[in-house]
């Protein structure tokens, strides 16, 4: 991936996102099963919080803590391309135990792709969890990011052109350091040439 940050652009993911979950410290204490808490409507009575969180869950949402972190999230129980009509049974579960949920949620944290798997106790409103690296999420991020650097670049080599050629048209003499790298040609690909020595992946 591409240093986004030497072109201006703020990327939502890091550079390398399973090596970072694999080596952070936080990352490796979430990825291993450790007790949650659910975390909404703590004034409200037990049995109305129950309820409350089950329907929270039907809506797509719920708020959880992982306790022996502090780490509140604000989960999501939707693929990544957008909300649905309800969450499907991939992402919310009722089923398989009465007295539980099972809960899926994808989202980005601290730059690095992950989905939440684990479960909660209806009536107790806890139970444990674990975050996983999301490869498909990853690459699709991958994807935006470097759509975002061929769309940044080619901007850039028109504008570069552009300036070139109307210098010239104006008898301004282009600098010694852009003579070097767009040569005697003004056309395309002597600016794409220019822009390349200029700007390197890491």
Known sequence: MFHLLHYGLMPRVVQDQSHKFETDELFRKLSEDTE??????????????????VNDCKEGHACVAFLHTGVNLMLQFYPPSGPTDKPTKEYVDFEKDPTKVVMKSRFIMNGVCVQLKGWVDLKRLDGIARLEF???????????????????EERQIKNEFSLA???????????AHS???????????????HHVHRYHPY
């Open 134 to 152: 999301d490869y498909d999420l990853a690459d699709q991020e991958d994807r935006v990011v470097r759509a975002r650097l061929r769309e940044y």
């Open 165 to 175: 050629v109307s210098s010239q048209i104006q008898g301004i003499p282009v600098d």
């Open 179 to 193: 003579s070097n790298q767009l040569s005697s040609s003004t056309g395309p690909e002597a600016a794409r040439n």
């Open 36 to 53: 949650i808490k659910v975390t909404s409507y703590r004034d409200k009575p037990q049995e109305e919080r129950s309820q409350r969180f």
